[in-house]
């Protein structure tokens, strides 16, 4: 660990502390906060790029050579492996404590200080793409694919772009999302600024994502792919009904298995023992239940890097489908939008080659008065297009209960 891990500083501090930096990067887990500030190099390469970790081997090097101990390059990467990836060595790096957990009572004032009244979206212009209706019939040609082609997994997904009234409140925001999502990574990555697009402003890249990519601390590694998901509920016999029938369904064990065989596949050659369930376990976040396999290696040579790990796994079936080259053409040819960050990485990685980075889900980039959700659900043969879209609806609410737009979500 990193010496200024061991501080005293708590998320809660580093998230008041957000607005106040320069392209401020900020990640929360159940172990630890991370708030960094300005940029002292840039990589924007893609993760396809060839010269991809000698150069981040090289500005973490100057770095080191400038006078920091144990630099970390932080930031995005994109779904697609060939388009830039937005990753940079900030000036200061404040290491915290994760956020303590708060009362009900406690937890409650925090919901009262929603960014937004959530009483009555009136006045919000709210625009899906695609139309439910389209969404449904690209699942539908997906299906149809799975029996003309050797595709058998696809992951489709929606956007959904809100004008807002106010500016959000980046702070409440975090803060919101860190505590309903305690065993997830929370973050809010600045995104650059699209110079070429007039009235452009700072772009933030938020979310609470429940899926660790990779992991990786020495020799030490730990994945922990989630695929297959059913909506809670608020009552309790039915939440474990759903749980119940979630584990006893063919068809999302089956959707599940498909990343879990790509994501050992992947791993092997890196590892000396890799230590992977033969059973999904059950995960739950705020809003869902996931299928979840933690998985857990020990590297043959500790000087593999976190992000040659990422490199090697990403874009897992989770995210993409199967196989992955079949899937990622049905997702260009079907979703009408660009992924951009959505379902890529967000994490850190420190100049041994140490790291943690998550899948980009549960998120939306924020731009001043703009919001723009992002939610997939795998398909596989037997998936059913309305349940497809109400998983992705229930995905949106992750954002949209954190922004105290609920009645959003019932209309998405
Ligand atoms: C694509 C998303 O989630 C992914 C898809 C899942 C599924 O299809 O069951 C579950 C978790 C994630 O791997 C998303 O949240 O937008």
């Not at 500005?59 to 940079?88: C, R, T, Y």
């Not at 089956?254 to 992977?276: G, R, T």
């Amino acid at each position: 660990m990193n010496e200024s891990k061991r501080s005293t500083t708590t998320g809660v501090d580093l998230i008041a502390q957000f607005y106040q930096q320069q392209t401020p990067f900020f990640f929360t887990t159940a172990n630890y906060s991370l708030l960094t500030s300005g940029n002292q190099a840039s990589v924007n390469l893609a993760l396809n790029d060839r010269a991809l970790f000698s150069t981040i081997q090289g500005v973490l090097a100057e770095a080191q050579a400038k006078g920091s101990e144990n630099p970390i390059i932080v930031g995005a990467i994109p779904f697609a492996v060939d388009a830039p990836m937005h990753l940079w060595v900030p000036e200061t790096v404040n290491w915290g404590k994760p956020l303590p957990e708060v009362s009900k009572n406690t937890a409650g004032d925090v919901n009262q200080s929603n960014n937004i009244t959530s009483s009555n979206s009136n006045g919000y212009a709210i625009q899906q793409t695609p139309l439910p209706e389209t969404y449904m019939q690209g699942v539908e040609s997906a299906l149809q694919r799975f029996k003309h082609s050797e595709l058998s997994k696809v992951v489709l997904s929606r956007a959904l772009d809100i004008s807002l009234p106010q500016q959000l409140d980046m702070s409440q925001l975090l803060h919101k999302l860190a505590q309903h999502n305690r065993a997830g990574y929370t973050f809010a990555v600045s995104l650059p600024v699209d110079t070429q697009q007039q009235n452009s402003h700072c772009k933030t890249l938020v979310g609470a994502s429940p899926e660790l990519l990779i992991n990786k601390q020495g020799t030490a590694i730990r994945t922990n792919p989630l695929a297959g998901s059913a909506a809670r509920s608020a009552d309790h016999h039915e939440d474990q009904q759903r749980a119940h029938a979630l584990l006893d369904s063919t068809k999302d064990q089956h959707e599940h298995a498909l990343v879990i065989e790509s994501v050992n596949s992947a791993l092997k050659p890196f590892c000396k023992n890799l230590s992977v369930p033969n059973q999904p376990s059950l995960i739950h976040t705020e809003t869902l239940w996931h299928l979840s396999t933690d998985i857990s290696g020990e590297l043959v040579n500790p000087a593999t890097t976190v992000l040659e790990l990422a490199s090697a796994l990403h874009p897992t079936p989770a995210v993409c489908g199967f196989p992955a080259s079949h899937a990622r053409d049905a997702i260009a040819e079907i979703e009408p939008f660009d992924r951009g960050f959505f379902t890529g990485m967000v994490g850190w990685m420190d100049s041994q080659g140490n790291g943690e980075w998550v899948v980009t889900i549960r998120c939306a980039e924020v731009e001043a008065l703009r919001l723009r959700l992002f939610a997939g659900a795998g398909v596989v043969s037997g998936s059913i297009p309305q349940h497809e879209l109400m998983e992705t609806a229930t995905k949106f609410k992750t954002m949209l209960n954190a922004v105290g737009l609920t009645d959003v979500a019932e209309v998405a």
